[in-house]
């Protein structure tokens, strides 16, 4: 039982580096492909590193040549008034919207790119 739980304890002080090493050496020496070994891994606690994003800030990188349209599309999307609105392009770059999901990033950001603005999702 002891020797159980150094192993535990081993796999999950693991490195992703490390973590990516055990799965070649899985796969290459003894056939156990990626995928179950990071079933192994994941077992033993290393699945925190591996944990999925779920919030997501919608950066405007610049405003591009349609800085009207990207003004008239941030007053939109934020619920900002006009002038505040500019202010905000004007001073690119800068967030658009915090915290949001995967889905609503991506709605955000192609609004922004049709309107002419350089976007970025972090």
Do not use: H, R
């Amino acid at each position: 039982m002891a020797d159980i739980k150094n192993l535990a304890e081993t796999l999950v002080g693991l490195t992703v580096k490390e973590v990516q090493e055990l799965a070649d050496v899985l796969k290459a020496d003894y056939g156990i492909e990626p995928a179950a070994a990071a079933v192994v891994v994941a077992a033993g606690g290393g699945a925190a590193a591996v944990e999925e994003k779920t919030a997501f800030t919608v950066v405007l990188k610049s405003a591009g040549a349609g800085k009207l349209n990207v003004v008239k599309v941030v007053k939109e999307l934020t619920g900002l008034g006009l002038k505040e609105a500019k202010d905000l392009v004007d001073s690119a770059p800068g967030n658009i919207k915090e915290n949001v999901d995967k889905a609503t990033a991506d709605d955000i950001a192609n609004k922004l790119k049709e309107a002419g603005a350089d976007v970025e999702i972090i």
